[in-house]
C-alpha cells in the first residue's frame, strides 16, 4: 500500500515545505489579527465614535 522507495532527500524536502506553509500561515494570521489602535478625535462625539467603530474609549 505504502511505497517503500522514499528517500532522504524526499521526505527532507516535504518537511521543509510543511515548514514554510506553516511558518506562512502563522505570520498571515499574526498581521492579520493585529490590533488597530483607533483613537477617538477631539471632535467627534463618543457615541458617535462607538456608533462608527464600535470600541469604547479607555
Known sequence: MIATNYNF????????TMAVI???IRIYLNIVNRKSDIGKP?????????DRF???KR
Open 42 to 50: 477631539d471632535w467627534m462625539s463618543d457615541s458617535e465614535f462607538e
Open 22 to 24: 506553516v511558518i506562512a
Open 54 to 56: 464600535g470600541k469604547r
Open 9 to 16: 532527500g524526499l521526505i527532507f524536502s516535504a518537511v521543509i
